[in-house]
């Protein structure tokens, strides 16, 4: 039933073929994140397919995005539904997407998130189609295990150039939800009168009652929008109780943004 599901969307979807890589998979490691990407289709304007780990303790999917030449028009920012679908298993699971133009207007990206078990499937994959609205984007990965337990290892490496072993990790309460902790109206007005915008990373310092204690930046945004985000934390943050004595954490990624719509 699975398969013939598949083979019915791809067929709805008008797919020919899936995208030939034009390059090599590469591990981009920066001071925030780690980045899987490889280009696929024609080499002088290659489509990009990147993954994204969540550094974020309690996320264990990733975001995946598709970098497409722009074809023309900016239509800004877009958001909608989307499917992900993987061959093998043939399995498709339905998301949200959002899409956006940077500044220079020559590409396009899309985002989606891919789940636990979506990110699980895709190690023994070897296609995989992104739909976000109209847009149809197959590409044909290759096994992708070796792939991701590279990108696996890069995030564990980053989470441990914060001083933070990830076995020592917290898990919030269950039920919890961690962007609860950060209310909409709690834009510093400071940032909004600059236009400031980024992304802070934190790690909170966990008790065995699990409470916070402390709470670091270790990448930062700006000075008011790494202080609002650790305030916040020290809060609101609830984490699961421990019987242990080792010293825990809580690794969370908070993006401040202004959208204009």
């Known amino acids: 039933m699975i398969a013939s599901l598949f083979a019915a969307l791809l067929a709805s979807q008008?797919?020919?073929?899936?995208?030939?890589?034009?390059?090599?998979?590469?591990?981009?490691?920066q001071k925030d994140m780690c980045i899987v990407s490889r280009p696929f289709g024609p080499a002088e304007a290659p489509i990009i397919f990147a993954l994204k780990p969540a550094v974020s303790m309690e996320e264990t999917g990733q975001a995946l995005y598709v970098v497409a030449p722009n074809a023309g028009g900016n239509g800004g920012y877009r958001q909608g539904h989307a499917t992900i679908s993987l061959d093998p298993p043939k399995e498709s699971r339905k998301v949200d997407f959002t899409s956006w133009?940077?500044?220079?207007?020559?590409?396009?990206?899309?985002?989606?998130?891919?789940?636990?078990?979506m990110v699980k499937a895709m190690d023994d994959t070897a296609s995989v189609l992104?739909?976000?609205?109209?847009?149809?984007?197959w590409f044909d990965t290759g096994k992708m295990r070796a792939v991701l337990k590279a990108m696996r290892a890069c995030n564990?490496?980053?989470?441990r150039s914060w001083g933070v072993d990830p076995a020592t990790m917290a898990r919030t309460l269950p039920g919890s939800n961690a962007a609860s902790w950060?209310?909409?109206?709690?834009?510093?007005?400071?940032?909004?009168?600059?236009?400031?915008?980024?992304?802070s990373v934190i790690v909170i310092t966990v008790s065995p009652e699990g409470t916070p204690t402390a709470?670091?930046?270790v990448v930062n945004a700006a000075p008011d929008l790494?202080?609002?985000t650790c305030r916040l934390a020290m809060r609101n943050a609830?984490?699961?109780?421990?019987?242990?004595?080792?010293?825990r954490y809580g690794v969370l990624g908070v993006r401040w943004e202004l959208w204009d719509f």
């Open 14 to 29: 008008g797919a020919a073929a899936p995208l030939p890589p034009a390059g090599k998979w590469t591990v981009e490691y």
């Open 101 to 117: 133009i940077p500044a220079r207007g020559k590409v396009r990206t899309y985002q989606v998130y891919a789940d636990a078990d």
């Open 130 to 137: 992104i739909t976000a609205g109209n847009e149809h984007f």
């Open 238 to 247: 609830r984490f699961e109780p421990s019987t242990g004595t080792t010293v």
């Open 215 to 217: 709470c670091r930046a």
């Open 226 to 228: 790494d202080e609002t």
């Open 156 to 159: 564990e490496d980053l989470i």
């Open 182 to 199: 950060f209310p909409q109206d709690s834009y510093p007005a400071s940032a909004k009168r600059r236009g400031a915008q980024g992304r």
